[in-house]
């Protein structure tokens, strides 16, 4: 046997198997590129993710590793301007290289739909009287508590949030109360109901991974659970004008004991105007009567809560 054939087979092997190895390791690494894992959806989107980062990963190396062989062992000598071999088409490879993409390409489709099926979010195929699936089965590590399937399934709180320029308003029907905080009981589903009272606006919790956008006329139903205790950011992902920045607001996950006593404590106060940062801005520049050249949008008048919280984290 061609003794060059079995080196370069061994070559491509060895260099084959480092690249696989290097790619899963690149992969595991995403997951510390992300911000904590606050809800029991970001498991499954952080996989997906992972995945992503290792199938790219790979291509980037094995293209990297090819050029570099190329260069290295099979660049033209100095000064050989001649002509290279004249090749032939290969009908083989031609078939190979066009499958592999199309068949990575569909497993990575198939994948991603998965995922999404999984999390059950609702969005605005509500409107068609869609239902989540049955209640997820998940593996979260340490948590402060275990979610069991009924805290999984039925949501156990419902939540109106409404959008405007530039602020969040966070509603509690059953009990009454309006917050500029989201706060969410651990390992519970809850049910947001997500309206715009203006422009299209984006509901996007980084540690939750989770984003809906929210189209002005449409109450949007969307659910998730939260599982990590602590303190979030919720902001706007979607240019919703001049002060959009401004638009952010706490979520606070606390254990389900802590939530009934903040429930009872915000029920407990009367209602009052919140800071509002985008207010506070256009009035300045209002009353400095700058021209900026074109017409701002005036900010939507403070929201009145029950519970004030602090509009940045």
């Not at 699936?133 to 949030?161: N, Y």
């Amino acid at each position: 046997m061609n003794t060059r054939l079995i080196v370069n087979i061994f070559l491509v092997m060895t260099v084959g198997l480092v690249i696989t190895f290097l790619s899963i390791f690149i992969g595991k690494q995403s997951y510390s590129w992300l911000p904590p894992q606050a809800a029991a959806e970001s498991h499954f989107i952080d996989n997906l993710f992972s995945f992503l980062v290792t199938i790219g990963a790979f291509i980037f190396l094995g293209v990297t590793a090819a050029i570099l062989y190329s260069v290295l062992f099979h660049r033209a000598r100095i000064y050989d301007f001649t002509d290279g071999p004249h090749i032939e088409g290969n009908i083989t490879l031609e078939i190979i290289w066009t499958a592999i993409p199309i068949m990575l390409v569909l497993w990575i489709a198939t994948y991603s739909y998965q995922v999404y099926e999984t999390i059950g979010i609702q969005g605005p195929d509500h409107l068609l009287h869609l239902h989540n699936p049955l209640p997820i089965q998940l593996s979260l590590g340490k948590k402060e508590q275990e979610p069991t399937a009924t805290s999984l399934g039925e949501p156990l709180e419902r939540i109106d949030v409404v959008a405007k320029q530039w602020a969040w308003i966070f509603s509690y029907p059953q009990q009454g109360i309006t917050s500029t905080e989201l706060h969410l009981p651990s390992n519970q589903r809850v049910h947001l109901a997500l309206q715009s009272e203006d422009v299209l606006h984006g509901f996007y919790i980084p540690a939750f991974r989770l984003k809906q956008d929210i189209v002005p006329g449409k109450t949007i139903d969307f659910e998730f659970t939260p599982t990590l205790i602590g303190k979030y950011s919720l902001t706007d992902s979607q240019y919703s004008g001049t002060y959009f920045a401004t638009m952010e607001a706490k979520v606070i996950v606390q254990a389900p004991e802590d939530y009934e006593n903040w429930l009872k404590k915000a029920a407990s106060q009367s209602p009052i105007a919140a800071p509002n940062q985008a207010a506070t801005e256009y009035a300045q520049t209002h009353n400095q009567n700058i021209q900026l050249g074109w017409k701002t949008v005036p900010p939507a008048p403070p929201p009145v809560v029950n519970f004030v919280g602090d509009s940045h984290l």
